[in-house]
Nanobody
Framework: QVQVVQSGGGLVQPGGSLRLSCAAS????????MGWYRQAPGKERELVAT???????NVADSVKGRFTISRDSAKNTVYLQMDNLKPEDTAVYYC???????????WGQGTQVTVSS
């Protein structure tokens, strides 16, 4: 099993930047990919970005060119760099691992990102 702990987030003005972190522990070698998701009030949770154990990345069209997913393997941490934030990016952001057998692990605790002037 893998446990993930998130950090980062907060309140930022439109056009600003934030970086979220997701630190994993436990059976790290069982991770096939890590994903960032978000859930805005009244909306369903949506996939924002993923990065595989091989380093391949995928970013949702809604954030492409503004958000970057990366990882530090030495720290077992995945990051979501969010630039040029917009009010519609306001949501609770979650990370979640996907194992090599394609099953999903537990959600992180969630972190609030609020974009407002």
């Amino acid at each position: 099993q893998v446990q993930v702990v998130q950090s980062g987030g907060g309140l930022v003005q439109p056009g600003g930047s934030l970086r979220l972190s997701c630190a994993a522990s436990g059976s790290i070698l069982s991770i096939g990919a890590m994903g960032w998701y978000r859930q805005a009030p009244g909306k369903e949770r949506e996939l924002v970005a993923t990065i595989t154990s091989g380093g391949s990345v995928n970013v949702a069209d809604s954030v492409k060119g503004r958000f970057t997913i990366s990882r530090d393997s030495a720290k077992n941490t995945v990051y979501l760099q969010m630039d040029n934030l917009k009010p519609e990016d306001t949501a609770v952001y979650y990370c979640r691992p996907q194992y090599r057998d394609f099953k999903f692990g537990s959600w992180g605790q969630g972190t609030q990102v609020t974009v407002s002037s």
